[in-house]
């Protein structure tokens, strides 16, 4: 049996991960970023303290939160940095199967990313890409669903909304960001939902050839409707749509995913050998 730890499993992220695990081959004891708040004692997972000691033993630690940087200064486990911001220098989690041999730490990769990566596996024929992706506030974690409830209730209420913990306005608008030099023809629209990511491409064949979706690779599920928002927000799989045009020379291929369930939890289980 697995034994790891989580930092940070007071956070939204933590928890999940907590019982993820739980419910795998794994023994896991969750640990806060430092001392514990009474709200935190209180509620109903048991989070410890972080010290070393309770770290002796361990194969690996999962860091949902950022910990005081002296206490895994002597751990000689796996680390898996799972933050929000992760250690930039750190080489990124595998697409494909499990943690590679003599690598001590590994990062989170952004849930789009693996998302991109999938396409040739989804698609036969594909050729140009470009679009739309809707991003809900889940990658902030309690930073954005406290985020979006505090700006709401702000706004329900008649004043300005704070700013602080989202960095941007979002309670009942839609924010457009311009793509960064060099990131495709992708365009991200943030909006005002905490779970589920929308991913709206409008797809063309290759020269010669014609589009076709290929058998759903692990992970991911062809449904028969797009997906909303809500659909992807219970769902551990990627949901695909794909709309053809008649000639099969392009087509609109809508992907659904939580980047929580879907973009950090599957993989983190995968790359710990933990799937089924």
Same mark, same amino acid.
């Given at each position: 049996?697995?034994?790891?730890?989580? =930092?940070?499993?007071?956070?939204?992220?933590?928890?999940?991960?907590? @019982?993820?695990?739980?419910? /795998?081959?794994?023994?896991?004891?969750?640990?806060?970023?430092?001392?514990?708040?009474?709200?935190?004692?209180?509620?109903?997972?048991?989070?410890?303290?972080?010290?070393?000691?309770?770290?002796?033993?361990?194969?690996?630690?999962?860091?949902?939160?950022?910990?005081?940087?002296?206490?895994?200064?002597?751990?000689?486990?796996?680390?898996?940095?799972?933050?929000?911001?992760?250690?930039?220098?750190?080489?990124?989690?595998?697409?494909?199967?499990?943690?590679?041999?003599?690598?001590?730490?590994?990062?989170?990769?952004?849930?789009?990313?693996?998302?991109?990566?999938?396409?040739?596996?989804?698609?036969?024929?594909?050729?140009?890409?470009? !679009?739309?992706?809707?991003?809900?506030?889940?990658?902030?974690?309690?930073?954005?669903?406290? !985020?979006?409830?505090?700006?709401?209730?702000? =706004?329900? @209420?008649? #004043?300005?909304?704070?700013?602080?913990?989202?960095?941007?306005?979002?309670?009942? #608008?839609?924010?457009?960001?311009?793509?960064?030099? !060099?990131?495709?023809?992708?365009?991200?629209?943030?909006?005002?939902?905490?779970?589920?990511?929308?991913?709206?491409?409008? =797809?063309?064949?290759?020269?010669?050839?014609?589009?076709? /979706?290929?058998?759903?690779?692990?992970?991911?599920?062809?449904?028969?409707?797009?997906?909303?928002?809500?659909?992807?927000?219970?769902?551990?799989?990627?949901?695909?749509?794909?709309?053809?045009?008649?000639?099969?020379?392009? !087509?609109?291929?809508?992907?659904?995913?939580?980047?929580?369930?879907?973009?950090?939890? /599957?993989?983190?289980?995968?790359?710990?050998?933990?799937?089924?």
């Amino acid at each position: 049996m697995l034994k790891l730890a989580v =930092i940070g499993a007071q956070t939204l992220l933590g928890r999940e991960l907590v @019982n993820a695990l739980e419910a /795998r081959e794994a023994s896991v004891v969750p640990l806060s970023t430092g001392p514990l708040t009474l709200e935190e004692e209180e509620g109903d997972l048991v989070v410890f303290a972080p010290t070393p000691a309770l770290l002796e033993g361990l194969e690996a630690v999962i860091l949902a939160d950022s910990p005081d940087p002296e206490l895994l200064a002597a751990f000689p486990g796996r680390i898996l940095d799972l933050r929000a911001e992760p250690e930039p220098r750190v080489d990124p989690l595998p697409l494909a199967g499990t943690w590679p041999k003599g690598v001590k730490a590994l990062r989170g990769r952004p849930a789009l990313e693996q998302v991109l990566a999938l396409l040739p596996s989804l698609m036969d024929g594909l050729g140009e890409v470009g !679009g739309t992706h809707l991003r809900s506030v889940a990658w902030l974690g309690d930073r954005g669903l406290d !985020g979006l409830v505090e700006q709401t209730l702000a =706004i329900l @209420n008649g #004043e300005d909304p704070d700013l602080e913990k989202l960095g941007y306005r979002q309670a009942f #608008e839609v924010v457009p960001v311009t793509p960064a030099a !060099g990131k495709g023809r992708l365009m991200e629209i943030r909006v005002p939902s905490f779970h589920g990511d929308l991913l709206i491409l409008q =797809i063309r064949a290759s020269e010669g050839r014609a589009l076709a /979706r290929k058998a759903a690779p692990a992970g991911v599920a062809w449904v028969e409707a797009a997906p909303s928002s809500r659909d992807v927000a219970i769902s551990h799989d990627l949901l695909a749509h794909l709309d053809l045009a008649s000639d099969g020379k392009a !087509g609109v291929l809508t992907l659904g995913f939580d980047p929580v369930l879907w973009g950090t939890l /599957r993989p983190t289980l995968r790359v710990l050998g933990l799937m089924d």
